[in-house]
C-alpha cells in the first residue's frame, strides 16, 4: 500500500471496512487487529500496519468504536477496541455496499 | 448522535493534545514490541532483526504521526497558530492601519452598544423586584373618549377587595415634600415624594436594603408618621447609613420615623415622572398634601396610580377582561360617577404611565432614529475597513497568487484572512466595550434638568453587553468576509493580478460600490445633523419676548409648610421688601409659572360674545399669578396699557394683563384695554384688562404658549411662586448672595429652583442641543470616514493607473487634462453617491418631521448646504491624489512594472 498519508477514499474505506469485520468477533489491540486481518486473509493482505490506528481514530471519531486501555493476558498494558452498536450497523451496510461494487467491477471487468 | 459523540471525541482530542499524542506513542510502541516478539518467537529471527521488520511492516512512523495529528484536528490547531503569529506581525508592520480600525470600530461598536443601552433602559427598564412580569396597571377608560385616566380612592379600594382580579392591588400619587433632617445642619429641601397604600412595596414584592417596608397596621388614616426612603436617597442625602432607620426626619414641617430603605435602582413605578426620593403612606395624605380632604374618596377618577399582580395562571388579556367586567359592576352600582368608566390594563414589568400621556410616535420615533443613525455608521466604517483591507489585499495579491500555486486550500485562505480581521479588530471590540459605561452620562446629556430626577436609569447589564458583542461580531464578519471571500476567489485573482496594467478589475468595481454606498449613507446622516441643527437654530433664534439678561430665579412653597393664605402674603411682602432693599436688586417679583419654569397652568376663560367649543362657551388659556413690576422685573414689553401696582390688591377693582397674540385672537380689531372676561365660567368673578404684553416663550419645545394671560397675586392667591430678582450686573456671581438673604425670612422654608434666568433659558433648549450635537457627531465621522474611503480609493486608482498616466504625459497630455482624468472618476463616485443619498435623506426627513420645532422636512438651507459640504470633501479627497499624478515623473512611470 501506498506510504502517502493522502491515501485515495477507496484505499482508505477498504481498510476501515477490515478494521470494521477484523472487531466484530471481540475487542481488540491494534497489533492484534493487524494480525487478525493478516488470519483472516491467509496472509494475501498484507495491510501496512502503522496506518491501522489513523482508520481507528478515524472510527473512533465517527463513534462506530470505542476504545479503552486493558491489559492483556501477559499483564501488559494496551488499548483494546470495540465496535459500538452504530459500528455493527454499520458494518452491516458498509459489507453490502462493498459487495455491490465488487460485483459491479466483477461484471464489468468480465464483459 | 453519532456526530456529536464524534465531534465530543474530537474537541476531547484538540483539547487534551498532549495525552492524545502520550496515547498514540504508547500504542505505537506496544505494536512494535508485540510484532517484534512474534518475530522472534514465530520466525526465529535475531531481536535486532525483528526489530528491523517490525519497524518495515509499520510503515513510515512519522507518516502515521502525522496522519493521526491531522485527523485529531491538530493541524488546524498548528495553522491558527500560524495565522494568528502572521496576523500580528502584519499589525505591527502598519500600525497606522491597526490604529484606525481600532478607533473607528472601537467608536462604531461602542456608539451602537450605548444607543441600545439607552432604548433598552427606556423599554425594559427593570424594576428591582421577583418576577416583574406578573406586574400590571390598572387605569380608568372613558368609554367615550377611549382616554385613560387615574381612579379615585373608593373604587380602587373596591377594585383590591371585591373584584378577584388580582393578587394584590397597590396605589399610588406623587408630590412634592419639604424635607428637613434636624440632626444635620443642612438647609430644607425640596424633594419629589410618593405617597403610597401600605401594601405598596408587598404587592411590588421587594424586600428592603433595610430596615422593613409599611404594613397593614400602617394603614390608619394621619396616624402614622412613617416614611421609606429610596436607595439614592439613602446615599446621596443620608451616605448609607443604616443607623437612618428609626430616626425622625421632618416632612412639610410634621415628624416622619424613617422605617426602612428601597432596594437599589428602584426609581418609582411611573416611566415618565419624576424619581420619588420618599415614599410616605397615603394615609399621611392630610401632611403630604396639605388640604387634601378629599384623598381617602371618590369614583369615576381620582389620582391614585394603581399597580397589581395578576393571579396566578391569568395572564393580561384575562385581567384586563376581569377588570373591565367588574367596572362594569361600578358602573351600574355607582351610576352617577361611574356611567361611562371601563378599565384597561397594561404591563407594568418596566415601569408604567398613563398611556394617554406617553408620545408613543415622538419616543418612537427618536429611539428608531438613534438606532438607524449608529447602526448606518457601523456599516459606514465597515465598508471602510473593508475597503481598506481590500486595499492590503492588492499590495498581497502576489503572495497570495504563490501560496495558491503552492497548493494552499482556499479554505485555509479565508481562514488566515477571518484571523487576521479578527485580529486586527480585537482592539477596537476592547475599545467598544470600554465606552459602555459612558451611557450614563450620555443620559444625563439627552434627558432635560428638571427640578426633580428623570431620566432612564442606564446601566450596562447583560443585555446590552450581549448585544454590543453581537455587534462586534456582525461588524467583523462585515469587513473581514468580503475581503476573504475575494481573495480566495480565481476569477478575481486573475483581475488582481492583471490590474496595474488593465482597466480597473472586479476588485475596483466592488470597492467603487462600497465608497458610494458609504457616501450616500453620509449624506443621509449628514442631511439628518443639519436638520437638527437648523431646528435649534431655528428655535434659539426667534425672540424669546423677555429679557433673560441679570436674571435670578428662586422657587419656593409655602403651602407644603402648611401656611395659611394671610401668612403666605406676609411672607412674600416680606421677601420682596428684603430683597428690593439690596444694592444689587434692580427690580423683583413673584411669578408663577414664569418663562421657562417647567410647570404649566391652565385657566377656563369667558369671554362675552367669543364662540367657543366647549358647553359652558368658556376656552382654556395659559394664565400665571403674576406679582406687581413683573413687566418690569422679567424683561417683558409692555405694548399698551399698563402693569400691576401694589394698588391692584385683595379689595381692588379685578385687573388682568394679556399676550399680544391673545389680544389679537380674542379681540380681533379692537382695543383690548378695558375689555372684560370671567375666569372659570359665565358667572365666574370679571376682570377689566389693562394691559397688553409682548408674547414671551414660556417653553422650549415649540410650544405655542403665546397665547397667555396674567393675573395680580394679589388678586388671586397661589402657594407656589417664583421670585424673579433683576440684579445690576452679572445674576450669577449674586445668587449665593440673595439666596441667604431669602432664607432669613423663614429658614425652614426649602428654597429650590435656584438659577440664573439665562440658564433656565439654555437649559430649555438643551434636549435640542444634545440632539443636534449627536446627530452632528455621527454625521461628521460619518463624512470623515467616507472621505477617507473616498480618497484611497482614487489614489489607489492613480497607482493601478501610474503607466497609463505616464504614456498619456509623454504623449503631451497637460497638467490639467491628467487632473481632470483623476477628478473625473472621484467625482463620479461622489455624484453618485449623493444622489442617491439626497434620495434617501428625503425620506428619512420626512420621518423625522415630528422632532423638528418650527422647521419644514425639506429645509432649503439643509437640502442646499450638503451637497456643496460633500462637493468640497469631495473635491478635497480627489484633489491631493490627482496632484500626486500629475508629478508623476513620465519616465518613471513608465518604467514602473
Known amino acids: 500500500m501506498a506510504p502517502h498519508p493522502q491515501e485515495s477514499d477507496a484505499l482508505r474505506g477498504s481498510i476501515d471496512l477490515l478494521v470494521l469485520k477484523a472487531l466484530a468477533l471481540e475487542p481488540m489491540h491494534g497489533w492484534g487487529i493487524g494480525l487478525r486481518i493478516q488470519q483472516i486473509s491467509r496472509g494475501r493482505l498484507e495491510v501496512n500496519q502503522g496506518s491501522l490506528y489513523p482508520a481507528l481514530q478515524r472510527l473512533e471519531h465517527r463513534g462506530w468504536v470505542e476504545s479503552d486501555w486493558q491489559s492483556t493476558e501477559n499483564n501488559r498494558r494496551a488499548r483494546y477496541y470495540s465496535l459500538t452498536k452504530l459500528g455493527r450497523k454499520a458494518l452491516g451496510e458498509e459489507v453490502d455496499k462493498w459487495k455491490r461494487f465488487a460485483a459491479t467491477m466483477a461484471i464489468v471487468l468480465e464483459s | 448522535m453519532s456526530r456529536l459523540k464524534g465531534l465530543v471525541a474530537r474537541m476531547r482530542s484538540v483539547i487534551g493534545a498532549q495525552s492524545s499524542e502520550q496515547r498514540m506513542e504508547e500504542e505505537f510502541d506496544f505494536h512494535l514490541e508485540m510484532e517484534t516478539k512474534r518475530l522472534i518467537e514465530r520466525e526465529g529471527l535475531s531481536p535486532r532483526e525483528a526489530r528491523r521488520r517490525a519497524l518495515v511492516s509499520f510503515g513510515g512512523l512519522d507518516t502515521h504521526r502525522e496522519e493521526m495529528r491531522d485527523g485529531r484536528g491538530a493541524r488546524w490547531l498548528d495553522e491558527t497558530m500560524v495565522d494568528l503569529r502572521y496576523a500580528l506581525r502584519t499589525m505591527r508592520g502598519s500600525p497606522g492601519f491597526a490604529v484606525a480600525v481600532a478607533v473607528t470600530l472601537g467608536v462604531g461598536i461602542g456608539v451602537n452598544g450605548i444607543v441600545f443601552g439607552a432604548i433598552d433602559s427606556l423599554l425594559f427598564r427593570p424594576i428591582p423586584t421577583h418576577d416583574p412580569s406578573k406586574l400590571v396597571a390598572l387605569f380608568n377608560l372613558d368609554t367615550k373618549s377611549k382616554q385613560p385616566f387615574s381612579l379615585g380612592y373608593e373604587d380602587y379600594v373596591d377594585f383590591r377587595d371585591k373584584s ?144 397589581g399582580r395578576m393571579r396566578q395562571g391569568m395572564d393580561r388579556p384575562r385581567t384586563e377582561a376581569a377588570s373591565v367586567g367588574f367596572a362594569a359592576q361600578l358602573a351600574s352600582a355607582f351610576p352617577a360617577t361611574n356611567a361611562t368608566t371601563s378599565a384597561i390594563v397594561i404591563p407594568a414589568a418596566g415601569g408604567f404611565d398613563n398611556p394617554a400621556y406617553v408620545k408613543p410616535r415622538v419616543l418612537f420615533l427618536s429611539s428608531a432614529l438613534g438606532v438607524f443613525a449608529s447602526l448606518v455608521t457601523m456599516i459606514i466604517i465597515c465598508a471602510n475597513l473593508a475597503n481598506l483591507q481590500l486595499a492590503r489585499l492588492a499590495a498581497r495579491v502576489q503572495e497570495i497568487a504563490i501560496r495558491l500555486s503552492l497548493g494552499c486550500s482556499r479554505e485555509r485562505l479565508v481562514r488566515q484572512m477571518i484571523i487576521e480581521s479578527s485580529v486586527v479588530a480585537l482592539p477596537g471590540v476592547a475599545i467598544a466595550f ?55 476567489s480565481a476569477r478575481s485573482l486573475t483581475s488582481l493580478v492583471g490590474s496595474p496594467r488593465t482597466a480597473p478589475g472586479r476588485s475596483s468595481r466592488l470597492r467603487a460600490v462600497l465608497v458610494v454606498s458609504q457616501l450616500a449613507l453620509s449624506v443621509m446622516l449628514l442631511v439628518g445633523a443639519t436638520l437638527f441643527v437648523r431646528s435649534l437654530l431655528v428655535e434659539r433664534g426667534n425672540d424669546i419676548g423677555f429679557d433673560s439678561r441679570n436674571r435670578a430665579m428662586f422657587s419656593t412653597n409655602v403651602g407644603l409648610q402648611s401656611y395659611d393664605e394671610a401668612r403666605g402674603r406676609r411672607y412674600y411682602d416680606d421677601v420682596l421688601a428684603r430683597v428690593r432693599a439690596l444694592p444689587e436688586v434692580a427690580n423683583a417679583t413673584w411669578g408663577f409659572p414664569v418663562p421657562f419654569d417647567t410647570y404649566g397652568r391652565d385657566v377656563a376663560l369667558y369671554v362675552d360674545g367669543v364662540p367657543t367649543s366647549s358647553k359652558d362657551g368658556t376656552f382654556a388659556a395659559q394664565a400665571s399669578m403674576m406679582a406687581e413690576d413683573f413687566v418690569g422685573a ?27 397674540h391673545f389680544a389679537s385672537h380674542v379681540w380681533p380689531g379692537k382695543n383690548p384695554i378695558g375689555q372684560r372676561v370671567r375666569r372659570g365660567g359665565a358667572s365666574g368673578p370679571e376682570a377689566t384688562v389693562v394691559g397688553v404684553v ?51 425670612a423663614d429658614p425652614a422654608l426649602p428654597i429650590f429652583g435656584v438659577t440664573t434666568m439665562d440658564d433656565a433659558v439654555s437649559g430649555g433648549f438643551s434636549t435640542s442641543r444634545t440632539a443636534a450635537s449627536i446627530a452632528g457627531f455621527f454625521g461628521g465621522l460619518a463624512l470623515l470616514i467616507s472621505s477617507v474611503g473616498l480618497y484611497a480609493v482614487v489614489a489607489n486608482g492613480v497607482s493601478e493607473r501610474t503607466r497609463e498616466i505616464g504614456i498619456r504625459v509623454a504623449l503631451g497630455s497637460t497638467p490639467g487634462e491628467v487632473m481632470r482624468l483623476v477628478m473625473q472618476g472621484g467625482a463620479r463616485l461622489g455624484f453618485v453617491g449623493l444622489v442617491i443619498g439626497l434620495g434617501g435623506a428625503a425620506v428619512v426627513a420626512r420621518l423625522m ?22 462637493a468640497v470633501i469631495v473635491f478635497v479627497a480627489t484633489f491631493i491624489p490627482a496632484r500626486r499624478a500629475v508629478k508623476l515623473d513620465p519616465v518613471a512611470a513608465l518604467r514602473s512594472d
Open chain 2, 164 to 307: 378577584n382580579a388580582f393578587d394584590g392591588l397597590a396605589a399610588m400619587t406623587d408630590m412634592p415634600l419639604n424635607l428637613a433632617v434636624p440632626w444635620s445642619t443642612g438647609v430644607a429641601d425640596m424633594v419629589w415624594g410618593s405617597l403610597v397604600t401600605e401594601n405598596y412595596f408587598t404587592v411590588l414584592g421587594m424586600r428592603p436594603t433595610v430596615g422593613r417596608f409599611f404594613t397593614a397596621a400602617d394603614a390608619p388614616q394621619g396616624a402614622n408618621p412613617f416614611a421609606v426612603l429610596s436607595y439614592d436617597c439613602w446615599q446621596s442625602r443620608f451616605a448609607g447609613d443604616s443607623s437612618v432607620v428609626g430616626k425622625t426626619i421632618r416632612l412639610n414641617g410634621t415628624g416622619f420615623t424613617v422605617l426602612g430603605v428601597a432596594p437599589p435602582g428602584f426609581k418609582g413605578m411611573r416611566t415618565f415622572g419624576f424619581w420619588p426620593e420618599i415614599f410616605v403612606p397615603i394615609g399621611m395624605h392630610n401632611i403630604a398634601i396639605p388640604g387634601s380632604t378629599h384623598q381617602l374618596e371618590g369614583r369615576g377618577g381620582g389620582n391614585l396610580m394603581v399597580v
Open chain 2, 434 to 488: 470600554a465606552t459602555l459605561p459612558l451611557s450614563g452620562p450620555v443620559e444625563a446629556l439627552m434627558v432635560p434638568h428638571l427640578q426633580f430626577r428623570v431620566g432612564f436609569g442606564t446601566t450596562v447589564n447583560d443585555r446590552i453587553m450581549w448585544f454590543t458583542g453581537l455587534v462586534a461580531v456582525l461588524a467583523v464578519a462585515l469587513f473581514g468576509l468580503i475581503p476573504a471571500i475575494r481573495a480566495s
Open chain 2, 634 to 660: 422679567l424683561g417683558f414689553r409692555l405694548e399698551a396699557g399698563r402693569e400691576f401696582t401694589t394698588n391692584d390688591s385683595a379689595g381692588a377693582p379685578r385687573v388682568m394683563v394679556v399676550s399680544r
Open chain 2, 694 to 744: 409682548g408674547d414671551a416663550t414660556f417653553a422650549s419645545l415649540g410650544q405655542s404658549s403665546a397665547s397667555r394671560v396674567y393675573f395680580p397675586l394679589r388678586q388671586a392667591y397661589r402657594d407656589w411662586e417664583t421670585l424673579i430678582i433683576h440684579t445690576h450686573g452679572d445674576a450669577a456671581s449674586l445668587i449665593s448672595k440673595l439666596r441667604p438673604v431669602i432664607t432669613a
Open chain 2, 849 to 870: 418631521c415630528a422632532l423638528l420645532h418650527g422647521l419644514s422636512a425639506a429645509d432649503p438651507i439643509t437640502f442646499a448646504l450638503v451637497p456643496v459640504v460633500l
